[in-house]
Every structure is written in structure tokens, then in C-alpha cells.
């Protein structure tokens, strides 16, 4: 395992220009913004505004931070009118304001990031303030005392303490870039490092920790709230699904911080019955930087399973390998463009192939019993197995039934049902003689070659002086399989998930006034989830079994029939499901979610009430099946409207009491479904609308549907 890191450095000369009005930022000689340079960022504009103006609305739940305070002279007494600038430490993008006549100044909307704090007064020596970390929406409180003296005479403070959040009541704990590269975390999943914090606990599988288990991070209860119950937010804009998966788990070689919030007194953050796992990407300086790491096992390293030590089986090939790197800094083109204190950009990609040996014991029948013939069968006791012939079955006035069994328990040739026969015939023969019926006789060995990508862009723009912007986009795909212990068509355990997902993010900080600024953000995120099966892919062909075509033209996909043993080895799965979960957000959260294919099928031979023979396979090669069922799904257009609105106010009564008030109103509709298919209940006193066709009676019970202008029917 390796890790290689490199920067170039070039200092940016930043001079704070006298103002009345704003703060200007300038480099040496030749440094000036050409024409080129603003016909390329009106180029970079106009994708950033897509952002604005696809839909419009108030600033909901948010990432940013803030930073208010108070400038006083050496008697403690305030300073109005004193100019305070706040400036990125790694892009030298900043914002000015101006503090009140008590000597009051605020930023709010501040991106998370390492300040500088710089404060100027008339016959005051310049103030600065370096290292002044903001973090995810923390509400930093931090006074300034200026000293007599020239505006030519600075006077630099360099922290050495965090500053304490004192600001809000607002509850959580930031897992910043050092504590997410540095504590161990052998699933680079940065939301699994929040065990770390207080009051979180973890009941997922332990295993289960890659990019592509989103349904065991889900497993997370934060301050005692429920599983499944969490919020998560990348860049501001949610990624959780209907079910309270994030719907992607960003790499570690992209993320800035996340910061788990136990518990949000701030009416800033809503919907959620647990906690909240708020994630900033990270994003370019104008220093170029980067990263590269890469960990690889081979099969060798390894050790053996139990059963295939005991069968003689040699470990599955099984080699891991996972690699990862980010560059970013500012976007910078020879004679063209030099975006440094303007532009940046930021790339990052991780990529995995993850392959887990495993094996197990199977029963399976021997190469008689798929033949029918049981007479070398015995019972755990060591008698001989009896199979009777369920169309001799008899009732008897006590109400119990009684059979013969089969002469020397042989099935005859005529008796056997070709579907059950073509069914037995994908069995694999046993490795070992099994001791009576039910006793695992095959050693069955599979390896689970899951693969997971993930690419990450990321661009920061100061538009205009009073306008600064952001875009984001994760690409993640991953494909996770079974083990596919038998092989074929056939094979128990032989279903794969499928996910591709994208991601994005656009934020907006309009600075209105020194006091005013607005935010404005567009999200969408897109989460197709596919369960299939190897014989669905290959398009599996039913009437090789035996099936009619006439059946197999009205049953849901072309897959083995699942087939459900009682002792011996069941085969095929019925992991058949296709959905798709879209949502989009801007302000409060609206999403829309399309379930494009959701259904199961299972199939065996016709039902018969007399079916019984005292073996399932026995059962199988009669064609007598204890159930059978073929599903047919309706695709469906399911979808939920969410509002939220919110407004949030802090007062700062005292150098050591802050008041916050806020109120939230937020409003869900529930699911619906655009064409009134989804069911929802079952009315058992509404009249039947049958009843119209009915004499003598009056049938009652309706279902209902969800959706607009839903009716009963």
C-alpha cells in the first residue's frame, strides 16, 4: 500500500486594495483579465446558470457555515464602520463587509474552508486573523480588538486553538480530511467512520463497507433515532432514497469533510428521523495538488476456506485490488485563460475489483435419484427410504389418508414428468456418497468478482465579484454478483445487482449587500438499481424444460424457474427488479421516483392436492409441485412532492448568550402514481361497483389507488 502527494507551489501576491465598497484582488505585473479570459468565463457562466434558472426558490437545508463577531478598540469599546474581509487561505477568494454601529459583523452562507479574518478602521493598525477553520455549518463567533496605529502597520494572528462553535445549539462532530485518509477504514467509506462520533451506532454488517453497500450504511442509527432513518447531503443536496440509503458513497480521495449531526436544533435542517451526514467535496486551490494511492492482494495471501480444505478443493482465484488518486487546482490554459483566484477545478476517481472466495455443502441427488430410482436410498436411521405413489392415496373415515408406496421404491419411465425430469437434470452430481436422503454430499466452491468505479469533477467560479459558483458531478457504477456455486442456468446464488448513479450539484452565492446574501442551489441525482439473474441475461429458453410455449409467452422474462427444495439444493434465484429513483432539489426538496420494473417470478409444475411422496425430488420428477406461481409486474410511475420553507434568525445578546429562533414548515404529499396503478387500500364498506350487476346481494369492498384523481374501483 502506497500513498504518493505532490503540490507545486506558486504564491499568489494578494494586496487589499482601499475601498469604500468592496475588497479587489490583484496579481504582479501582467496579471490583468484579458478579453479571452471573459469570454471564457462567460463561457463557464452560462453552464453555472442552468443551475439558476431551471427552477427558482428559496435556500433550504445547507452545508455553508458562518462567522459573525464583533471589532472594539483597546478600551473595549465598539467600532462602527470598520471594513472586515474574509479570504479564502487557497483560492484568495474573498468578501468584505462592513460592522454596525455597535461594532457588529456577520458573514453568512461562508463555504467551508481555512480563513483569514482581515479588519480595518480609521487610525487603527490592520487586523488579520490567519488560520480560522469554518467547518460544515458551524456558526463561528470570533471578536477582534484593534490597536491604535496607522492602516499601514498589520498586526497577524495566527491560531493555534479551534475556535469554539458558540453561536448555535446545533449538536455534531466534522470528520475532516485528516481523520478520513489517516484512521482505518478498510472500505473507504467515509460515512462508515462515523462510529468515531458520539452517538452513533453501527448494526450493519461489518463486511459490508464498500461503495457499493449502501443498503448496510443505511444500518446507522444516530442519537438513539431509527435505522434507515438518516439524511445525507453531498454539497448541499440530498442523495438519500425512499428507503434512507445514500445513493452514493463518495470516495475518500474526494471528500473535504462530513460532519454527522446528532442532533439539528436549528430549523435549518428537517426531514429526517435519525441524524444527518452532511459531506463537502473537495475542490481546487491555486496551488495544483493531488493525490495517488493503491493497495493490491493477490489470492496467494490468502488462506483457504474450511469446506474446501476438507473436500481438497484449492482456494477460488480471489486477488483485491483498489486504487484511487485526485488532482485539482486552477484551470489554467497557456495564453488562453489563467483561472488562479478565480477558476479552479478538482478530479478524483477510485476504482476497485473485489473478489470474495467462498464454499459450501449442498445436497444434491445422486445420479439414481434423478432417475427415479431410490432404492440404494436410505434414512438417517439407515433404513431404507420409502417413496410412495400419491394416486393411491385414500381417505380413511377418521380423516387420514394413507398411499402405497412405489415397488422397491423405483418411480416407473412412464410415470415421470418431463419438466421435473429436465428440471433434475441440471443438478451437478454429488462429489461424495451420501449417507442417507438430505446428507450434503457436494463440496461447491464459487468466487463473488464485484467491480466498482467512481469519477468525480468538480469546478469553483467567482463569476463576478458578487457572484460565485459551483458544480459538481459523481459518476459511480458498480456491479456485485453471487457466487454462482453450480454454474449454468441453474445455479443457487447466481444473481448479480447492478448500479450505475449520477450525481450533481450546482450552488450559487449571490453577495446582494455587505449584510445580504443569497443562495441558490440545483440538484439531481439518478439511482437505477437492477437485480437480474445469468439466465435472464442469456435469455434463458422455458421450453427446453418443457413448458409450453403458450405459457411462456405470457410469463415475465426468459430466466431458469426458481425452484424451492425442502431438503435437497434449491436452484435459480427469483432476484428479478428493475427501479429507478430520480431526484431533483432546488430549495426544499422535491422528488420523483420511477419504478420501472419491480416484479418476481417463480414457476413450477400445475398444483396438485393429492401431490406427496415423502421426498421432494421424488415430488419434482412426478410433476406433483407444493406450489407454483408466475408473477406478471406493472410498471409504475411512482412519485412524492416534498416542501419545506424556513426562517432562522440568531441573537447575539451577550459576548456569551446567543439566542437562536427559527421556525420550519415543511409539507409531504405521500406517493402517488401517475397513472392510478399503485394500491394503497382496501375499502371493505364502499359498495362494490359489481353491485349494479348483482341481484339479491350487495357486494361491498373497493380498492384504492394513489395517485391524481385517484378513485376507488
Known amino acids: 500500500m502506497s500513498r504518493v502527494r505532490w503540490k507545486s507551489d506558486n504564491p499568489l501576491d494578494l494586496k487589499l486594495r482601499n475601498s469604500t465598497s468592496r475588497v479587489f484582488w490583484s496579481r504582479g505585473k ?26 427558482a426558490g428559496l435556500l433550504a437545508q445547507s452545508y455553508y457555515g458562518g462567522l459573525r463577531g464583533a471589532i472594539r478598540d483597546p478600551n473595549g469599546q465598539a467600532v462602527p464602520n470598520a471594513r472586515v474581509a474574509l479570504i479564502d487561505e487557497s483560492t484568495s477568494v474573498g468578501r468584505s463587509t462592513i460592522t454596525s454601529s455597535d461594532g457588529e459583523y456577520a458573514f453568512n452562507q461562508v463555504i ?39 492602516l499601514t502597520q498589520t498586526v497577524t494572528v495566527t491560531a493555534e486553538v479551534p475556535l469554539v462553535q458558540t453561536s448555535d445549539a446545533s449538536q455534531g462532530q466534522v470528520l475532516n480530511d485528516q481523520q478520513l485518509t489517516e484512521l482505518p477504514n478498510i472500505g473507504r467509506n467515509p460515512f462508515i467512520l462515523s ?36 439524511n445525507f447531503f453531498i454539497d448541499g443536496v440530498p442523495i438519500s432514497d425512499w428507503q434512507g440509503r445514500p445513493i452514493i458513497i463518495p470516495s475518500i480521495e474526494t471528500v473535504a469533510e462530513v460532519k454527522v449531526q446528532a442532533n439539528t436544533y436549528d430549523s435549518e435542517m428537517g426531514r429526517t428521523g435519525g441524524g444527518v451526514f452532511n459531506t463537502i467535496l473537495k475542490s481546487g486551490s491555486n496551488n495544483f495538488h493531488g493525490t495517488a494511492y493503491g493497495a493490491i492482494r493477490r489470492t496467494a495471501l490468502n488462506a483457504n476456506l474450511f469446506f474446501n480444505n476438507a473436500a481438497g478443493i484449492p482456494r477460488g482465484s480471489s486477488p483485491n485490488d483498489n486504487w484511487a488518486g485526485n488532482f485539482g487546482g486552477p484551470v489554467w490554459i497557456p495564453k488562453v485563460y489563467n483561472g488562479r483566484s478565480r477558476t479552479f477545478f478538482f478530479l478524483a476517481l477510485e476504482g476497485y475489483n473485489n473478489s470474495e472466495a467462498s464454499s459450501t455443502r449442498f445436497y444434491v441427488p445422486t445420479a439414481l435419484e434423478r432417475a427415479g430410482d431410490f432404492s440404494q436410498t436410505k434414512t438417517p436411521g ?19 389418508y394413507t398411499r402405497l408406496p412405489f415397488p422397491n421404491s423405483v418411480i416407473p419411465a412412464n410415470r415421470l414428468n418431463t419438466v421435473g425430469k429436465n428440471i433434475a437434470s441440471y443438478y451437478p452430481l454429488p462429489t461424495s456418497l451420501p449417507s442417507f436422503y438430505g446428507d450434503p454430499d457436494l463440496t461447491a466452491a464459487g468466487v463473488a ?27 459511480y457504477y458498480s456491479i456485485e454478483p453471487g457466487a454462482n456455486y453450480f454454474g449454468g442456468p441453474a445455479s443457487p446464488d447466481q444473481w448479480a445487482l447492478s448500479r450505475k448513479v449520477d450525481a450533481t450539484a450546482i450552488n450559487n452565492l449571490f453577495t446582494i449587500s455587505p449584510t445580504t446574501v443569497l443562495a441558490v442551489r440545483y440538484g439531481f441525482n439518478r439511482f437505477p438499481n437492477v437485480f437480474y439473474t445469468t439466465s435472464e441475461i442469456e435469455g434463458f429458453d422455458g421450453s427446453t424444460l418443457g413448458f409450453p410455449r403458450s405459457f411462456l409467452d405470457e410469463a415475465m422474462g426468459r430466466a431458469f424457474p426458481t425452484i424451492s427444495m425442502t431438503t435437497a439444493s434449491g ?55 407444493a406450489s407454483g406461481s408466475a408473477s406478471l409486474a406493472t410498471r409504475l410511475t411512482d412519485y412524492t412532492h416534498y416542501y419545506s420553507f424556513y426562517g432562522q434568525d440568531d441573537f ?22 401517475e397513472q392510478d396503478r399503485l394500491y394503497v387500500n382496501f375499502d371493505k364498506q364502499a359498495v362494490n361497483p359489481l353491485a349494479a350487476n348483482v341481484t339479491g346481494t350487495s357486494p361491498k369492498g373497493v380498492i384504492q389507488f394513489a395517485g391524481s384523481g385517484a378513485s376507488p374501483r
Request: with cysteine.
Open 652 to 673: 447575539r445578546l451577550t459576548s456569551r448568550l446567543t439566542v437562536n429562533l427559527g421556525l420550519r414548515w415543511e409539507r409531504e404529499n405521500g406517493i402517488q402514481e
Open 449 to 475: 468478482a464485484s467491480r466498482g468505479r467512481q469519477y468525480v469533477a468538480k469546478v469553483d467560479h467567482q463569476i463576478l465579484h458578487w457572484w460565485q459558483a459551483s458544480l459538481s458531478y459523481l459518476r
Open 195 to 230: 462510529k468515531v462520533a458520539q452517538n452513533v451506532i453501527q448494526v450493519g454488517n461489518p463486511v459490508m463497507n464498500r461503495m457499493q453497500d449502501q443498503s448496510s450504511t443505511a444500518l446507522t442509527s444516530v442519537a438513539g433515532g431509527m435505522l434507515w432513518q438518516n
Open 382 to 400: 439407515g433404513a431404507p427410504y420409502v417413496i410412495y405413489d400419491p394416486l393411491t392415496t385414500v381417505g380413511n373415515r377418521v380423516g387420514s
Open 30 to 55: 501582467g496579471q490583468t483579465c484579458s478579453r479571452r479570459a471573459y469570454v471564457a468565463s462567460a463561457a463557464i457562466a452560462m453552464v453555472l446558470l442552468f443551475g439558476i434558472f431551471t427552477v
Open 112 to 150: 467551508p474552508s481555512t480563513y483569514s479574518v482581515v479588519a480595518e478602521a480609521a487610525g487603527f493598525k490592520k487586523f488579520q486573523r490567519k488560520r480560522v477553520l469554518i467547518a460544515t455549518q458551524e456558526q463561528i463567533t470570533l471578536d477582534l480588538n484593534l490597536e491604535l496605529g496607522e
Open 571 to 625: 436452484l435459480a434465484n427469483s432476484n428479478h427488479s428493475w427501479n429507478t429513483f430520480v431526484n431533483n432539489s432546488v430549495s426544499a426538496i422535491v422528488s420523483k421516483s420511477h419504478f420501472s420494473f419491480n416484479g418476481a417470478f417463480t414457476q413450477s409444475s400445475p398444483i396438485n392436492p393429492a401431490a406427496g411422496t415423502g421426498a421432494d425430488v421424488a415430488d419434482m420428477l412426478l410433476g406433483y409441485a
